[in-house]
């Protein structure tokens, strides 16, 4: 038998569920529109029917229903649009970011322009012609000096705008890294958040939106994955759980309520601060060092024609020095190498003299054959290779091959050198066939990352000459900038000559100036560097020599390709459109993408007032017919209770 | 939804707006180089190709004031040793007085300082005809009527083209030679009844035909290369042309085309507008009672 007030129940019952699908209803309205909300839905489910079925149960037909109740309030979210729209949204935070930066790029090089570089030296070359024509014209020659300066210092102006944007970079980095990590503990709160709620078997939806939104910010910036666990306790099946935020195939950011903010972030792919230090370490870098190519071989060529003609120079160029300190393993394991090694070196430092290079040799000798704990052998500076080589054929005793050596220490007490960039570019080479002794196996004091660090502070690039399978010295050649190479191959001299070449000539651009005495003094003078001072007033040869250095065929970056001044600088601004241009292009369809995953995502999860305006409409009849219920059950009741047992009254 | 996604294209109708109306007021297709990079690259070489053809124009007419003057001096040479000539003719007819003959010797004298200021010709603070030497002058006439002749016959040679040089003067030392003027002095001490290093008026007469032969020949030279100037000049001038020809094509806008995709696109940009008010504003609201 059921109770009197069953049915009163099953009516009070639906009011208030319909109520509270009201109140959602309404929930949903009021945030229409607020950013990521994601529209709620009450779940109705029906309460357990009676009587449950068991060996004293009433005999009553059927099982009654007893009414509903509002099983749960979820968000309408699907997460697979949410993982789409990381994905695009990551691409589009790089290639946006990476266009901008191109952009910012084409603006300062402002080619083709009337006063782009193209057009500085164009007029420069006039200058000369018009010299050409009238050789002992005081204007003539004024104009050749002026123009003369433009060029250098439109060289000096853009190498100093490329330099500072690239500051400006550092700075954008470091923001986007102190900006990952606020995000990063802002989720961490909202996880513990969510951890202290959902246990109690709720739904925190405004939490969860929240999250959603913040890892939505994360995405565009780097490169990320998103992993749930569960949070324990009586936690619905529906909850999501604390979110679990790592990078891309690497280290963890987030986990439960911490937040791992001191990451090496220089890891990540893809998003934008992967275009920031992409930008910063590749794109800037590359256009600053053809400016220097540029500038350094016009300069050097200029030069060379003058002082053919036996003039002084025309720009000022510093006079090309480097500063090689060479840390050899010494051990008794080089012998089959050593001799592949002084070729390589002797050939080296011939190559330096021939191209003009004033160079100065340090040699730090190390090896211990295996027994850790002994110092290197610094020897002294010289600008003989000859002293160099001798001292390397000293040879310890005898010992087992390939065993590790102190390498660290020695490259530590090479840096002890102190030596001074003004004296010329500073170059280590470090040649070695066995893998040095680190701080972890605690048979050295230092570690890889330190010295790379300290090599860093000073400025200094490691070359790393060593046997192919020698990955423990690879990081130390690639983080300094410098070249990992084989220590059998004949000919890595030529690659140390190209790296030194190249370090030689880089910020020239920023500093090319014309030589000194000043033009503007007398042109007459018997001191200036004017081109067209001759014997014989009219003779315009050394001029047309000048004039041919605009069209003579150079090898302007090293590369072993001749090409003349204007195919160079057209090739270089060329590549630049075509990088533009294609992250232009990835930069909309990323757009495009991203926007389409969020109308889908929005066609799932925002609120369309229609459908609220319908749910209200539904929900409020039930509303009014439950209540309607209830006034009827009130009659019954009343009749039984008022009505009955009245006979005769 | 829908009022995003309508946003959304609205701005991208203001975008492409944006673009032709950059296109209209800058007169070129290309901002920047990464909107057409094969574009922006023969651009800057189309360029430096105009720069260079108007240089070489430029340094023509240095031709040009060369070799006129070189000419109109060769000119006057020609008149004045034509007149020596006849002069000498009358000279030497034995019926003249000495005083006339004196007389005649004294024009013979200022026809020969002629010729020597006319070697000494200046043009634009240059002299035309001393060689590569141009702040010199050739004949020292300080000490007239007695002359010190200092002549230097190297090419001034001016560049006309990439590797193309065309030599501006003539050889000074083939007309104003030592020879030139002992025969003029000659005649003039001959007429002054003074040793004339024993040569007759008929043996001055030659040699006076053979210097006027000279200055012939070296005028037909300067003709020659004068002509190779003109040509030079004409091939220039439809260098330029064509040179500035092709860098428009390939930069300029096509007035015609902006504007009338300017039209076009506002037209759509009102479609658009227009639809998005009437889709985004009717909801159920409006209807329910």
Known sequence: ?????????????????????????????ANANTPGYSRQRVNLVQTTP???????????????????????????????????????????????????????????????????????????????????????????RAVVSQRGMAVAETFSYLANSLNSIKSDLETEISVTKSQIDSIAEQIANVNKQIGDVEPHGYLPNDLYDERDRLIDELSSLININVEYEDSGGNASKMAEGQAVISLAGGPVLVSGDTAFTDMDLNQVSIGKLQALIHAHDDVYPQMIADLDNLAYTIATQFNKVQSDAGLPPFFDVPEPKAQVVFIVDNTSSMGDELENVTDNLEELAGKLTGDGIESTFGLVTFGQDGEPGGSPNKNPLTTDINDILSKLNTVLKEDEKNLAEPGLEAIMEAINYNLDSSDGVKEFVLITDAPVYVEDDEQSEYSISEVIDALAEHGIKLHVISKSDNGQLRPLANQTDGKFLNIDSE???????????????????????????????????????????ELGDGNTTNILNLLDVFDGKFDYDLSGDVSDFRSYYQSVIGKMAVDSQQSGRLSGNSDMLRQAVEERRMEVSSVSLDEEMTNLIQFQHAYTAAARMITVQDQLLDKIINGMGTVGR | MLATSNLNSISKSYDRFGTLQEQLTSGKKIDRPSDDPVAATKGMFYRSNVEEVGQYKRNLSELYVWMENSETGLDQTNSALQ???????????????????????AEIGQLKEAVAALANTKVAGKYIFNGTYIDQPPIGMTEAPKLTLDFHSDSYEIPVSDGVKIKANIDPTNIFNEGLFGTLENIENKLNGEDSEGKSFDDLLNELDQHLEAISNER???????NRLEMVDSRLSHQEIVANKILSSNEDIDFEKIIVDLKTQESVHRAALSMGARIIQPTLMDFLR
């Open chain 1, 491 to 533: 000919t890595f001299d030529d690659d140390l000559y190209n790296s030194i070449k190249l370090d030689i000539r880089k910020g020239y651009a920023d500093q090319m100036e014309i030589g000194q005495p000043d033009f503007e003094s007398d042109p007459s003078d018997e001191t200036s560097n004017n081109p067209s001072d």
């Open chain 1, 50 to 140: 009676f009587p449950a079925p068991g060996w004293n149960r009433p005999e009553i037909p059927g099982q009654l229903g007893t009414g509903v109740e509002a099983g749960s309030i979820q968000r309408i979210r699907d997460s697979f649009l949410d993982v789409q729209y990381r994905g695009e949204n990551n691409k589009l935070g790089y290639w946006k970011t990476l266009d901008e930066n191109y952009k910012k790029l084409e603006e300062i090089m402002n080619e083709p322009s009337e006063t782009g570089l193209a057009n500085t030296i164009d007029k420069f070359w006039q200058s000369l012609q018009d010299l050409a024509a009238n050789p002992k014209s005081d204007g003539a």
């Open chain 1, 1 to 29: 038998m059921s109770s009197t007030f069953f049915g009163l129940e099953t009516a009070r019952r639906g009011m208030v569920s319909q109520q509270g699908a009201l109140y959602v209803t309404g929930q949903n309205i």
């Open chain 2, 220 to 226: 037909a030279e300067l003709g020659a290369r004068y």
């Open chain 2, 83 to 105: 007149r020596v000539r006849e002069l000498v003719i009358h000279g030497k007819n034995g019926t003249n007085s000495p005083s006339d003959q004196k007389a005649v010797a």
